[in-house]
């Protein structure tokens, strides 16, 4: 089992993602920040069809996601363990500034978009593996999968009998966080990302204030 305060932190980050998820969903017209199954998927129909708009746009988002995640773990790795998470949530939130001043200057939402995609991939890095809950993650599939296996296994009793519960939480903080930013954009636009750019902020300011003091092998 995942421990409270750290899977606490984790649907944060989660609902978060799913906030912008639903944000940039809207502005690319039906294409993912973080979603790269649904943007893959996407990606192939419309090399079938010759729809080299979708294709470019698509294999771009794929492309920075990949690009966010390298980032976002060399920069765990380089920074370490104390300094780790606050370093690529740095560079999360330098993301969200990109978007909103790309925005503000008039560039298109296929080009200021795809700096929250690399956001989104270097996210996953953000917080260390801890128990079987995969923590602030910005996609579900597997947790979803998790969710059967573990209900599966506890009827077993091969796992703790709530584990699953776990899962299921990941999942439904991305979709809170997705209907916020749903409703949210319907109020504000793009400029609704200021909210979720603020929760970022916020675990930027609380890693660096609470960041470990000594380092355990």
């Not at 776990?166 to 400029?191: A, D, E, K, P, T």
């Amino acid at each position: 089992m995942t421990p409270t305060p750290q899977l606490s932190l984790g649907l944060l980050l989660t609902g978060a993602a799913g906030f912008v998820d639903v944000v940039g969903f809207i502005e690319l017209g039906g294409h993912f920040t973080s979603f790269m199954s649904g943007n893959i998927t996407q990606l192939g129909d419309a090399l079938a069809l010759g729809a080299w708009p979708v294709a470019r746009i698509t294999a771009s988002l794929v492309a920075l996601f990949l690009l966010g995640s390298i980032a976002g773990s060399m920069l765990a790795l380089m920074a370490g363990k104390r300094w780790g998470s606050a370093a690529v949530t740095g560079f999360v939130v330098a993301t969200f500034i990109l978007t909103l001043v790309l925005a503000f200057l008039g560039f298109s939402p296929n080009q200021f978009m795809l700096a929250l995609a690399a956001g989104a991939g270097a996210q996953n890095a953000i917080l260390p593996s801890t128990g079987s809950v995969r923590l602030g993650t910005t996609f579900v599939t597997g947790t979803l999968f998790a969710v059967g296996q573990d209900l599966a296994r506890a009827l077993y009793r091969l796992a703790p009998p709530w584990r699953w519960a776990q899962h299921m939480l990941v999942w439904i903080s991305l979709l809170l966080g997705g209907l916020l930013g749903g409703l949210g954009y319907r109020v504000m636009g793009i400029n609704i990302l200021l909210v979720p750019g603020t929760v970022y902020l916020g675990f930027l300011v609380a890693f660096v204030v609470r960041r470990p003091s000594k380092v355990v092998p």
